[in-house]
């Protein structure tokens, strides 16, 4: 939940532990505040369902399993959130065709677009 100072909660769910640090501290670099992080489909699916933030940043392939009920729990909770991925558009199903998604590799400014037009989407 964003805070009186304004700063967007992220639940960040990634299956590389490297690069969940890197994601981890670029979005604290950005302004943000990364609230919960899952790196398998259990949690984070149990996390999605009871956890409060305000966007999500979700890893397609969770150690070889798709993240894609977590995104489901996110659209029946109204919490935007964006995938990210090293394969491409072509792996999302119909459903999520309209789903903002970045490829891997990203840089800082990737992160903060995606975070900035989630946010756009809490105010809409």
Wanted: aromatic share 8%; charged share 25%; no cysteine.
């Amino acid at each position: 939940m964003a805070d009186g100072m304004g700063a967007v909660s992220v639940f960040l769910v990634e299956d590389e532990p490297s690069l969940m640090y890197v994601l981890e501290e670029s979005i604290k670099t950005l302004g943000y505040a990364v609230i919960e992080k899952a790196e398998y489909l259990p949690d984070a699916l149990e996390r999605a369902k009871s956890v409060a933030f305000d966007v999500a940043m979700l890893d397609v392939n969770l150690h070889g399993q798709e993240s894609f009920p977590v995104a489901d729990v996110l659209m029946e909770r109204g919490i935007p959130f964006v995938f990210t991925t090293g394969f491409g558009k072509t792996t999302l199903p119909e459903r999520f065709k309209r789903a903002p998604l970045m490829e891997k590799p990203f840089r800082l400014k990737d992160i903060h677009r995606a975070i900035t037009e989630l946010q756009g989407k809490l105010s809409a």
